[in-house]
């Protein structure tokens, strides 16, 4: 099973992504997750990447295609969270897939009005700003949040009809355990 997995932010995609890939016995590799290492690596590489994401915006296709390549090298069954982005990484993915002798199984599109995910994420960041670390992600800041929903109406959306034929649309709202069973349900046929 080679599962993408995509939504808006704030639609509950890395809650959602941790949950199935222990369901699945699938290898969750996390974009977002990859890049946050990147940037606390504090190379060159990892300045440019954390300074996009500081300004809401998408590190560019060539890093994003390289780190995830390197990501999932090996890999026969994984749950790619947070990529693609944008159709030109979705069709660089398909061929790289193709190269590699493989193919996408499903894209997982986690649908949440953008009223309901942008509550979630200013949410999200009131209870990371109370714990103790004091952690909060760049990205979540208020004026961010705006840009990235402008970012992902261009970029991600679009992804929707460019997987048409293997997309798997759920309904991402409710509590994290109510969406994980309409996920699995929604996965009855490709799992």
């Not at 942008?118 to 004091?134: A, F, T």
Request: glycine share 6%; proline share 3%.
């Amino acid at each position: 099973m080679r599962i993408v997995f995509f939504g808006s932010p704030g639609s509950g995609k890395g809650t959602q992504a941790a949950e199935l890939a222990k369901a699945y016995s699938l290898i969750h590799v996390s974009t977002g997750e990859i890049f946050r290492a990147k940037v606390l690596d504090g190379t060159r590489i990892g300045k440019r990447i954390g300074d996009t994401i500081a300004a809401g915006s998408l590190v560019d296709d060539i890093t994003t295609n390289y780190v995830l390549f390197k990501a999932i090298e090996g890999l026969n069954r994984f749950l790619v969270d947070g990529y693609p982005r944008n159709i030109a990484q979705a069709r660089s993915f398909d061929v790289h897939l193709k190269n590699i002798q493989s193919e996408l199984t499903c894209a997982l599109f986690l649908d949440v009005p953008m009223e309901v995910a942008e509550k979630r994420l200013m949410l999200r960041r009131s209870q990371r700003y109370d714990k103790i670390e004091n952690y909060r992600r760049a990205d979540d800041a208020p004026a961010v949040i705006h840009h990235r929903f402008d970012v992902y109406r261009r970029e991600t959306e679009p992804l929707i009809q460019y997987y048409s034929d293997r997309i798997i649309r759920v309904d991402g709202t409710g509590s994290p355990a109510e969406v994980t069973h309409k996920i699995v349900k929604a996965l009855q046929q490709w799992a």
